[in-house]
């Protein structure tokens, strides 16, 4: 639970634009929205869909996909191009160049002027490449697997220096599909997109959920890229690209099986324990063993560790009356409990509480969050409660994932995805009906509205003459996330 917590924090330090999905701004004085509810400003123009309806696709198609390991080519990137790594680094860290550009909204004044003077000293990075040939490679491979470790013991030690990596690939991506937007490079802003979308699903099959948390993070970059390209004047319509993605676009079950799962990775001596027969030293090692993992995984620091110990011993002692009644009301034989050393009962009964409390929480994990409603947050509720009362040794305290911090993530992706095929459906009914909004999103008949991923119900939509807001009754948290679009339609590029 800690490591995902510290990962969000680091991905919103990493990864956030200064608003991650929309000019967010001061509220509407025409609608009073909920207190602290973001808006986020958009301007739309009438455009029809292309014909083909998928000329444009947000993920290679399936006649530039290969077989073959897509991790191979990604892993290579950054020892074939160190030098060019090394320059980007400078550019986004040390001067901040690209990273105040990035800052600035797209197409105003400031922004053309910054890009002609500061930027262009080092437009260059963002030209193309082989950098990005490289990329467009390892991209329309159809697979990916990272061969982590998983298997091995210590799971939470286990490095992974590609998601590493894997940032300042998504970064270079979004800033180069950036400045082909704002320079009506509209094709080849699509196929930059392609990559960076094909990125997060690579970085995402990694078997943990800082892979998941990672790829999410990279597809929203790629989306708020996408929201900059709907709003130019003469950008392609892109309802079908969006309306095709994969659902989930970022797929979480990787992950969210391995972490499931994160106990038993991490001390694989604990599998099967009904089974094993131990001396009464080898039960007592074993306890030992799983004490010393459990106050080491979730202490911070060597003091605390030995604390944490200390207080499970003394747990063990206390708790020992408690573990025994429970394995015999499971139906264990009262003399066969009466004869098992004291460390075998612990860990039996330690071990049949954590797989309860686990499997209570990751039910809920594998439903789209329309259906599971407000389920994870009532079972994280029950199941803080019950951690607290019928624990001995505290292995689902540590060793749970959060799982309702990754499927917030997980169903913010989905949102974000819903909410630009709204805007490119507007923009396709202003083309149909003289450069007008529609009075109700059901008025927009030639082609589907998405349902709000987050309950699954309809956007609340409302018309005020060439302006319209769209609002969802509940949407994902996030520092960045606007629960609320003021939109703007101008009228048809010329």
């Not at 074993?286 to 911070?300: H, M």
């Not at 990754?406 to 805007?423: D, S, V």
């Not at 987050?454 to 996030?478: I, M, V």
Request: glycine share 6%.
């Amino acid at each position: 639970m800690r490591l995902i917590a510290g990962t969000l924090l680091m991905l919103t330090a990493v990864f956030s634009p200064t608003t991650l999905f929309g000019q967010v701004t001061s509220l509407s004085p025409a609608k009073k929205p909920a207190e602290n509810e973001k808006t986020a400003q958009i301007v739309l123009y009438p455009m029809a869909a292309p014909r083909p309806a998928l000329k444009y696709q947000l993920l290679p198609p399936f006649l530039e996909r290969r077989p073959g390991n897509a991790a191979v080519w990604w892993n290579r990137l950054l020892a074939e191009r160190n030098v060019f790594f090394d320059r980007c680094y400078k550019e986004w860290e040390e001067s901040g160049t690209i990273a105040q550009w990035l800052d600035i909204p797209l197409g105003t004044p400031q922004e053309k002027a910054y890009r002609e003077t500061d930027l262009a000293k080092v437009i260059d990075i963002l030209r193309g490449g082989g950098i990005y040939s490289d990329m467009e490679r390892a991209a329309r491979f159809e697979s990916c697997d990272w061969q982590l470790p998983v298997r091995e013991g210590n799971f939470i030690a286990m490095l992974l220096p590609e998601i590493q990596q894997s940032r300042m690939y998504a970064r270079l991506l979004s800033a180069k599909a950036r400045l082909e937007i704002v320079e009506g490079k509209y094709a080849e802003a699509v196929r930059t997109l392609q990559t960076g979308y094909a990125e997060a699903r690579h970085v995402a099959q990694g078997p943990t959920l800082i892979n998941s948390l990672v790829g999410v993070t990279i597809a929203g970059l790629m989306s708020y890229q996408v929201q900059q390209f709907v709003q130019q004047p003469d950008a392609p319509n892109l309802y079908w690209a969006l309306s095709t993605l994969p659902r989930p676009l970022v797929d979480f079950r990787p992950g969210g099986e391995a972490e499931s799962n994160l106990l038993y990775l991490q001390l694989p001596e604990l599998c099967d324990l009904d089974k094993k027969q131990l001396s009464p030293e080898g039960w007592r090692d074993l306890l030992n063993k799983v004490v010393a993992e459990t106050g080491r995984c979730g202490s911070d620091n060597y003091n605390s560790q030995k604390i944490t110990e200390a207080a499970a011993r003394l747990s063990i002692l206390q708790g020992y009356p408690r573990a025994k009644r429970y394995l015999i009301e499971r139906g264990r034989n009262a003399a066969e409990v009466e004869a098992m050393p004291v460390a075998q009962v612990i860990l039996l009964y330690s071990l049949q509480v954590y797989d309860e409390l686990s499997e209570e929480q990751c039910k809920w994990f594998f439903l789209p969050a329309a259906e599971a409603g407000d389920g994870p947050q009532r079972t994280g509720w029950q199941v803080n409660e019950e951690i607290a009362a019928r624990e001995i040794i505290p292995l689902a305290h540590v060793f749970l994932p959060a799982t309702e911090a990754a499927k917030n993530a997980e169903t913010r992706c989905e949102w974000q995805i819903a909410t630009l095929r709204i805007f490119e459906a507007l923009r396709l009914y202003a083309a149909a009906h003289d450069g007008r909004l529609p009075e109700r999103l059901s008025d927009i008949t030639e082609v589907p509205i998405p349902m709000n991923p987050s309950d699954g119900k309809p956007f609340s939509y409302e018309r005020q003459g060439n302006k319209a807001f769209l609002t969802s009754g509940k949407h994902p948290s996030g520092d960045f996330m606007p629960g609320r679009f003021e939109i703007t339609l101008m009228p048809k590029a010329k």
